[in-house]
């Protein structure tokens, strides 16, 4: 019997269209980090200043996590997101106008407000458009943009700095986001059924049995349902502790490449790029290999990629080899990776697509709020310690031993929440 063809699906083309917008917003966010050493020199900034800089952003970041899933749960993600897009491309813009430290502080706050209300609507487009059978592949594919977009940030930053310095850089990433953001409005509704593109048949795949309603006019939010649904508060946590690492290691690696190991502009971009290469292999393998190895247990890949971080983190740390350096800070990337859609095959398939919005929120904050303060505690640690980084690296691989153990906690069969 012959294999059937393959078919191109419309769910497909808006899941292409996810994965290019976080590459876009990935590069946004990103760029501030490549660029901070050279940007710290030009404003004489402390290793506490440049902290503050980088947490700028996740400090608003997470706090628009919830509205964002609220709003698009009420209104719709084409709206949420067409808005956020537009929003936070003028503002990365603006970063390159900065004249001083207090204007980078302010441009990254109200950067991270835009940026923030966008990845509920992620979360929920996938949950709207694809059978639950597939959301956490779907979801992975996705979610591999992130860390290629961090990728391709030093080697996109450093080619424009090279030439025209760090403020060009920011300048430069508004054309893209301006042209998704368009792209946005006009190619995903809000529901597949109010697509042109999508037949009949494709509908029912997407149903699949599914009773649960994807339109946000059957069923409004509702904060107490969300709060009061089974682990939601080890989802919170997990994210909260793994996100340590996670951010720890990538808003700081351009600075510890530079200052800690003397690596020059060009070799940290390479180098600085390596870790989230691999880690986009790795978000796509965390999701897929949940979705096909591990259903009657997905704790073990999200322990397994913590447990793996940590130890390799250590290894980025005591390294004695710049080849060593490198294969070690490579799969640490691939692990912090791997643990994200490893992590997110959970929510993915026990939340309700119609809380997937602010529940995927809840849980994106609890990240986003590691991410703040992660990079100002660094900041102090490298200040408290005379640049050195052995505090950061314990306190990045101690946070994975944490995560680990949260992830055990939760009971092997998920299946019955779902």
Known sequence: ???????????????????????????????????????????????????????????????????????????????????????????????????????????????????????????????????????????????????????????????????????AVFFSLFVPGLIIAVSFWFLIPDDPAKSRRVTPEELAEIADGDADPASTQDAKPNLREVVAQPYIHKYFLLAFFANIPLWGFTAWLPTYLVKARGFSMIEMGVAASLPFLAGTAGCVLGGWLSDRYFRFDRRIPVVAAQLSAGVLLYIVLAADSVITLVIAQTLAGFSLTFFITSFWALPMNTVPKRLMGISSGIINMAGQIAAFITPILIGYLLGANSGSFVMVFSLMSASSLVAALIALSLPRDLTKLS
């Open 1 to 167: 019997m012959m294999p059937e063809a393959f078919q191109w699906r419309a769910r497909y083309s808006v899941l292409s269209l996810l994965f290019v917008t976080w590459i876009v917003a990935f590069l946004d966010r990103m760029a501030i980090s490549v660029a901070m050493p050279y940007i710290a020199t030009d404003f004489e900034l402390t290793p506490l200043q440049s902290g503050l800089v980088l947490s700028a952003f996740f400090g608003s970041y997470a706090l628009a996590q919830i509205p964002g899933g609220l709003l698009a749960d009420l209104f719709g993600v084409r709206r949420v997101a067409t808005v956020a897009l537009l929003w936070w491309s003028i503002f990365t813009a603006a970063t390159g106008a900065a004249a001083s430290l207090s204007w980078l502080i302010v441009t990254r706050i109200v950067f991270g407000l835009g940026e923030g209300l966008f990845p509920a609507c992620g979360y929920k487009t996938i949950a709207t458009w694809f059978p639950k059978r597939e959301r956490a592949t779907a979801n992975a594919l996705m979610i591999a943009s992130n860390p290629l977009g961090v990728a391709l940030s030093p080697l996109v930053v450093v080619a424009i700095m090279t030439v025209w310095g760090w403020r």
